[in-house]
């Protein structure tokens, strides 16, 4: 069974502060990695994804396999950047059955 | 504008009344799928449709039922409703089931009284 685990229900940090949004994955295939954004009254929407290796808004993410883990960085804090991060896995090959994790608020301090 | 569009937005039915929530996308993609989010669980999938005719169970099906008879349209039915199907709904869809970005419907809120 595929499962994503974030350990933060929330992540408070000043504004300027370096951000890690936690994910761990179990699943034992390769698995395809991303991460999802959802502004306050908007819709979800992809923030970035491993395979394309993008740095979207300052945000990066390396996929781990040893620690199988895919965290969520970014150097320095915006406050736009407040919002609800979910990280999600599927199999390699497709989205198929997709998982997602419980979610991690940011909210980013002024 | 290319978009996922779901209706209604918001339902208040009771125990045991029938309904569907409708999605649809004009985007001429082949994957869609359907969520639950509720508090503390996050997004739980429920269904999920390949392509036209293809539809297989996430995580959560039980109680739900869908059909994918058009490829832009992928219904949600709750045949008979209960209350623990309270929850906020989400539709999406995808150009195909290979690792491509999921474009998310705007949500439904259904309360089972």
């Known amino acids: 069974a595929q499962r994503v685990t974030q350990p933060e229900k929330l992540l408070s940090v000043f504004k300027g502060a370096p951000v890690e949004l936690k994910c761990n994955y179990s699943?034992?295939?390769?698995?395809?990695l991303f991460w999802y954004v959802q502004y306050s009254r908007q819709r979800l929407q992809l923030l970035l994804r491993?395979?394309s290796r993008e740095s979207i808004k300052g945000f990066t993410a390396d996929l781990n396999k040893g620690e199988t883990s895919f965290h969520l960085k970014k150097p320095f804090a915006q406050e736009e950047d407040s919002a609800m991060y979910y990280c999600?896995?599927?199999?390699?090959?497709?989205?198929?059955?997709?998982?997602f994790g419980t979610g991690t608020k940011l909210q980013v301090i002024p | 504008e290319a978009q996922v569009t779901q209706n209604p937005r918001y339902l208040i039915t009771v125990t045991g009344k029938k309904l569907t929530v409708t999605c649809s996308q004009n985007?001429?993609?082949?994957?869609m799928s359907w969520y639950r989010q509720d508090p503390g669980l996050g997004l739980r999938q429920i269904y999920y449709?390949?392509?036209?005719?293809?539809?297989d169970k996430g995580d959560v099906p039980e109680g739900y039922k869908v059909s994918r008879k058009e490829k832009r349209n992928f219904p949600l039915i709750l045949e008979s409703p209960s209350p623990n199907q309270t929850s906020l709904y989400f539709c999406?869809?995808?150009?195909?089931?290979?690792?491509?970005?999921?474009?998310f419907g705007p949500g439904t809120r259904l309360t089972v009284l």
């Open positions: 999600a896995l599927s199999p390699t090959g497709g989205y198929q059955k997709v998982t």
């Open positions: 699943y034992s295939g390769s698995p395809e």
């Open positions: 491993h395979i």
């Open positions: 985007m001429n993609h082949e994957y």
């Open positions: 449709s390949m392509n036209v005719e293809v539809t």
């Open positions: 999406a869809s995808a150009l195909s089931a290979g690792n491509n970005e999921q474009f």
